[in-house]
């Protein structure tokens, strides 16, 4: 066999070689198609890359797989595992087909155009034509071809094999290409010992480096502890109806207490590309804490703290403590139930069914309407009076100032001040003053630890009017109060112990019965406190009335000592002497 049918014998394998007079041709279609077809589930896989049946990686699968006699399909997957962004994967795909196209071209050609001719002599004349040189075949050792993904983090290497007698795929021909191609970081190592022994060793992807991504800095951050917008909650009961005057719009903080901490900004780390090139990276931004009036922050730059108790609230740039809440209009369904632990400025009324509470003082400019609740734990000043229908409850821990003051039920700690009092029910742990405007008492009960002053008591029709002085008026408010409460839950546990049997039952029974049992152990220590007071009373209890007239059917009582008016007195004095009671 000459020189040339060896060479076409060699390329292409079992086909008849060409005569040395015929030019060069492509492969024919059979060789194309000889080549196996990936099965469905791969051409699947987003991350395998596809190529035609006539592009040149797969005309040198033909040239190998002719010369071997069996090879493994060719398989280019970028992500075997499934852990890369589908875009990335995407972008990295077509990339990588340009890079084939014209690495696989190069080799081709290589691999088809043979190897050093024989030197021959050249004709002298006279001599006879000298032999044709003969073509050696190609030798060409395997070739470790690398793709580095554009970001340079990710390095594959795809290795086509020898020509002829050329040296196959070793470990040290992939180091000698890896350092070739500058991929000194991140190799795996353990793949560089394997693909040599891995059957599947040519024309596949194999992941061969791995470079370090940088993480840029977390921004610093502030965790508020109350919000910013303040949001209108409204909470459903277990008998699935809505309280509209639950609003929750007021957010309490004592002082000291954090409003918001700083999560401070974090450095960068930079990363590393597969070619040994550092990715700088950026550290994260500060931001400032919120700081506004009546606040501070911690000596660490951490916390921001509440100077003084009061309402914490956003003001779109920083968070501020307000030491008075300042309602400009009514206490309604726009507001909601106030309860705040500063102080409280209402300008309107409270409206009838709502409840204001407040550690601080109370002022309101217009009118506490009937069947609404109102506690100070300051003063309380009600500019145009408290207008009841006998529902309507007014406690302060210090003094009370009120226009007026009607079908109420009152509790002060200390004084209460006021132009008129009328069917009312006063608790006052200092003195009561009615001496401007009318200055009258008219109905209900009026009772006084200290003194009681008016211009006139009772009425000219002699309406029942109750004074009590002496004692301890408050704790006596407390102590109806809560039986009242015992009350109300006794009878809320017969109710529930009619009913039929369900989980809702017995949950509500419960905690009724648990309610009730708070209840009555108040009530009982309420009682215990007032009678060991009742034991230590002295003959001459400190309380007195002061008034300009007293009407017939006024009823003054110091203790268990009652005095019934029977006829008009005037400019009279009421107080209690050596165990009786003397108008004086």
């Given at each position: 066999?000459?020189?040339?049918?060896?060479?076409?014998?060699?390329?292409?394998?079992?086909?008849?070689?060409?005569?040395?007079?015929?030019?060069?041709?492509?492969?024919?279609?059979?060789?194309?198609?000889?080549?196996?077809?990936?099965?469905?589930?791969?051409?699947?896989?987003?991350?395998?890359?596809?190529l035609?049946?006539?592009?040149?990686?797969?005309?040198?699968?033909?040239?190998?797989?002719?010369?071997?006699?069996?090879?493994?399909?060719?398989?280019?997957?970028?992500?075997?595992d499934?852990?890369f962004?589908?875009?990335?994967?995407?972008?990295?795909?077509?990339?990588?087909?340009?890079?084939?196209?014209?690495?696989?071209?190069?080799?081709?050609?290589e691999?088809?155009?043979g190897?050093?001719?024989?030197?021959?002599?050249?004709?002298?004349?006279?001599?006879?034509?000298?032999?044709?040189?003969?073509?050696?075949?190609?030798?060409?050792?395997?070739?470790?071809?690398?793709?580095?993904?554009?970001?340079?983090?990710?390095?594959w290497?795809?290795?086509?094999?020898?020509?002829?007698?050329?040296?196959?795929?070793?470990?040290?021909?992939?180091?000698?290409?890896?350092?070739?191609?500058?991929?000194?970081?991140?190799?795996?190592?353990?793949?560089?010992?394997?693909?040599?022994?891995?059957?599947?060793?040519?024309?596949n992807?194999?992941?061969?480096?791995?470079g370090?991504?940088?993480?840029?800095?977390q921004?610093?951050?502030?965790?508020?502890?109350?919000?910013?917008?303040?949001?209108?909650?409204?909470e459903?009961?277990?008998?699935?109806?809505?309280?509209?005057?639950?609003?929750?719009l007021?957010?309490?903080?004592?002082?000291?207490?954090?409003?918001?901490?700083?999560?401070?900004?974090?450095?960068?780390?930079?990363?590393?590309?597969?070619?040994?090139?550092?990715?700088?990276a950026?550290?994260?931004?500060?931001?400032?804490?919120?700081?506004?009036?009546?606040?501070?922050?911690?000596?660490?730059?951490?916390?921001?703290?509440?100077?003084?108790?009061?309402h914490?609230?956003?003001?779109?740039?920083?968070?501020?403590?307000?030491?008075?809440l300042?309602?400009?209009?009514?206490?309604?369904?726009?507001?909601?139930?106030?309860?705040?632990?500063?102080?409280?400025?209402?300008?309107?009324?409270?409206?009838?069914?709502?409840?204001?509470?407040?550690?601080?003082?109370?002022?309101?400019?217009?009118?506490?309407?009937?069947g609404?609740?109102?506690?100070?734990?300051?003063?309380?000043?009600?500019?145009?009076?408290?207008?009841?229908?006998?529902?309507t409850t007014?406690?302060?821990?210090?003094?009370?100032?009120?226009?007026?003051?009607?079908?109420?039920?009152?509790?002060?700690?200390?004084?209460?001040?006021?132009?008129?009092?009328?069917?009312?029910?006063?608790?006052?742990?200092?003195?009561?003053?009615?001496?401007?405007?009318?200055?009258?008492?008219?109905?209900?009960?009026?009772?006084?630890?200290?003194?009681?002053?008016a211009?006139?008591?009772?009425?000219?029709?002699?309406?029942?009017?109750a004074i009590?002085?002496?004692?301890?008026?408050?704790?006596?408010?407390e102590?109806?109060?809560?039986?009242?409460?015992?009350?109300?839950?006794?009878?809320?546990?017969?109710?529930?112990?009619c009913?039929?049997?369900?989980?809702?039952?017995?949950?509500?029974?419960?905690?009724?019965?648990?309610?009730?049992?708070?209840?009555?152990?108040?009530?009982?220590?309420?009682?215990?406190?007032?009678d060991?007071?009742?034991?230590?009373?002295?003959?001459?209890?400190?309380g007195?009335?002061?008034?300009?007239?007293a009407?017939?059917?006024?009823?003054?009582?110091?203790g268990?000592?009652?005095?019934?008016?029977?006829?008009l007195?005037?400019?009279?004095?009421?107080?209690?002497?050596?165990?009786?009671?003397?108008?004086?």
């Amino acid at each position: 066999m000459s020189i040339k049918d060896k060479l076409a014998s060699f390329l292409l394998g079992n086909r008849a070689a060409k005569t040395a007079d015929e030019p060069a041709q492509a492969e024919p279609e059979a060789a194309v198609e000889a080549v196996p077809e990936a099965p469905p589930e791969q051409t699947a896989n987003p991350a395998l890359l596809v190529l035609p049946s006539d592009h040149q990686l797969n005309r040198l699968y033909n040239l190998r797989w002719k010369e071997s006699g069996s090879l493994p399909s060719p398989r280019l997957c970028l992500d075997e595992d499934g852990v890369f962004p589908a875009d990335m994967i995407k972008r990295e795909k077509n990339r990588l087909q340009t890079v084939l196209t014209g690495i696989c071209g190069a080799r081709l050609k290589e691999a088809r155009g043979g190897g050093k001719k024989s030197g021959g002599k050249r004709k002298k004349h006279g001599e006879k034509a000298p032999e044709p040189e003969e073509v050696l075949p190609p030798c060409l050792d395997a070739l470790p071809c690398f793709f580095v993904s554009s970001d340079k983090l990710y390095a594959w290497v795809i290795v086509f094999p020898p020509v002829g007698e050329g040296e196959e795929v070793s470990r040290d021909i992939l180091r000698l290409g890896l350092a070739e191609q500058g991929i000194t970081y991140g190799v795996d190592m353990r793949m560089v010992e394997h693909i040599p022994r891995d059957e599947s060793r040519y024309f596949n992807l194999f992941l061969i480096a791995k470079g370090k991504p940088a993480f840029n800095g977390q921004n610093g951050n502030i965790v508020d502890n109350f919000p910013r917008v303040i949001e209108r909650v409204l909470e459903v009961d277990e008998y699935d109806q809505v309280d509209y005057t639950a609003l929750n719009l007021i957010n309490n903080v004592e002082e000291g207490q954090e409003i918001c901490h700083l999560i401070k900004p974090t450095e960068g780390e930079p990363g590393r590309t597969v070619l040994d090139e550092e990715i700088p990276a950026r550290s994260g931004k500060s931001v400032p804490l919120p700081k506004g009036r009546n606040t501070e922050i911690s000596e660490d730059g951490v916390q921001l703290l509440a100077t003084i108790a009061g309402h914490v609230e956003f003001t779109g740039h920083s968070f501020q403590v307000k030491p008075v809440l300042d309602i400009p209009g009514d206490v309604d369904f726009s507001t909601g139930d106030l309860n705040f632990l500063g102080d409280i400025n209402i300008q309107g009324d409270v409206i009838s069914g709502f409840t204001v509470r407040a550690m601080g003082s109370v002022h309101v400019g217009g009118v506490v309407e009937a069947g609404s609740t109102v506690e100070a734990g300051g003063d309380l000043v009600v500019v145009k009076g408290i207008l009841g229908d006998g529902t309507t409850t007014v406690q302060a821990h210090r003094s009370i100032f009120s226009k007026y003051i009607e079908n109420s039920v009152i509790c002060v700690r200390e004084n209460l001040q006021t132009d008129c009092i009328v069917g009312s029910y006063v608790y006052c742990g200092g003195e009561v003053l009615v001496q401007s405007g009318r200055g009258i008492i008219m109905g209900g009960r009026i009772s006084a630890a200290q003194k009681i002053s008016a211009r006139a008591v009772g009425s000219q029709s002699e309406c029942k009017t109750a004074i009590a002085l002496g004692g301890k008026p408050c704790a006596n408010f407390e102590r109806e109060a809560t039986q009242q409460e015992v009350n109300e839950l006794e009878m809320e546990l017969e109710k529930l112990e009619c009913q039929l049997d369900s989980p809702a039952k017995a949950s509500l029974l419960s905690k009724t019965r648990v309610k009730l049992a708070a209840a009555s152990f108040k009530l009982q220590q309420l009682e215990e406190g007032i009678d060991a007071h009742t034991k230590e009373v002295r003959s001459e209890e400190p309380g007195r009335l002061e008034c300009d007239i007293a009407y017939p059917g006024t009823e003054i009582s110091f203790g268990d000592e009652v005095l019934r008016l029977r006829q008009l007195s005037r400019k009279c004095i009421v107080k209690m002497i050596r165990g009786e009671i003397v108008v004086m």
